[in-house]
């Protein structure tokens, strides 16, 4: 078995790989006030409850977007798992060629969520993260990463609405029947979940007019409000929560 740890801005995810499935995953928050010992006992626990001996996992890859983190959770694999991990950094390789001005600007995430996308489901490809930012990302017919657009989150700007106004609550993000609403957390939430499924397919489509001169490109939805969003775009076809860490596991394949 393998862990594979991803580190994101909002969220940990952790999934635990034998073979090529997936075990079990466990989502902590992300907290750079933690310590390693803190976060050790949190996930020994995790692991424990799923009945998996830690002398079984034979190899750690970590993807982050939280330097702090890199340390602790390489610290944690060190100190309590007696491995070291692989962590997605320049170097490391991916089977890959990246066809940005700058290769060490991408996030790590956005990488393995392409090499997993290709993998799974050919290229040409876009793939969209709804994490702390929503990110598209554009694989070409070779396989190459080309780049992508990165954008505001649901929850943050759902979060900034609340946060900057005086009178607008906080709401949950779902899915009203009708787009105009008939009071103020109906309205707000028409606006938030028809406003960005309007950018999203709208930024959708730019993309693969621009990039490929047609709008036939598959596209991948991962990261926790893609379920919702997926079901009501015009161009995802696939909803996969799990590609970041099947992305991790590909990676952790071919550097062995």
């Known amino acids: 078995m393998i862990l594979a740890v991803d580190i994101g801005n909002t969220n940990i995810v952790l999934g635990i790989f034998e073979g090529e499935s997936i075990r079990c995953s466990f989502r902590l928050h992300t907290d750079t006030q933690r310590t390693t010992d803190e976060y050790a006992s949190t996930i020994m626990l995790l692991l424990k409850n799923r009945g998996i001996e830690v ?57 393995v969520n392409s090499v997993a996308g290709r993998e799974k489901f050919g290229a040409p490809l876009i793939v969209v993260d709804f994490g702390t930012a929503t990110t598209f990302d554009v694989v070409n017919a070779k396989g190459e990463y080309v780049g992508g657009v990165i954008c505001p989150g649901v929850k943050l700007s759902a979060g900034i609405l609340h946060s900057k106004t005086a009178k607008l609550p906080e709401i949950e993000i779902e899915k009203v029947e009708k787009v105009v609403g008939k009071n103020t957390i109906h309205s707000l939430q028409s606006g938030i979940y028809y406003g960005y499924l309007s950018m999203l397919d709208g930024l959708l489509e730019r993309i693969m007019t621009e990039e490929f001169g047609r709008c036939d490109i598959t596209v991948v939805a991962t990261g926790g409000l893609g379920s919702i969003f997926s079901k009501d775009s015009k161009y995802i076809e696939h909803y996969d929560p799990d590609l970041t860490l099947t992305g991790l596991r590909l990676i952790y394949e071919k550097n062995l």
């Open 55 to 111: 002398k079984d996992i034979r190899g750690v890859i970590i993807s982050s977007v939280v330097p702090q983190l890199i340390y602790s959770f390489t610290k944690f694999s060190m100190k309590y798992m007696s491995l070291e991990p692989m962590v997605i950094a320049p170097g490391v390789k991916t089977g890959m060629p990246i066809r940005y001005e700058n290769p060490k600007e991408v996030g790590a995430d956005r990488i």
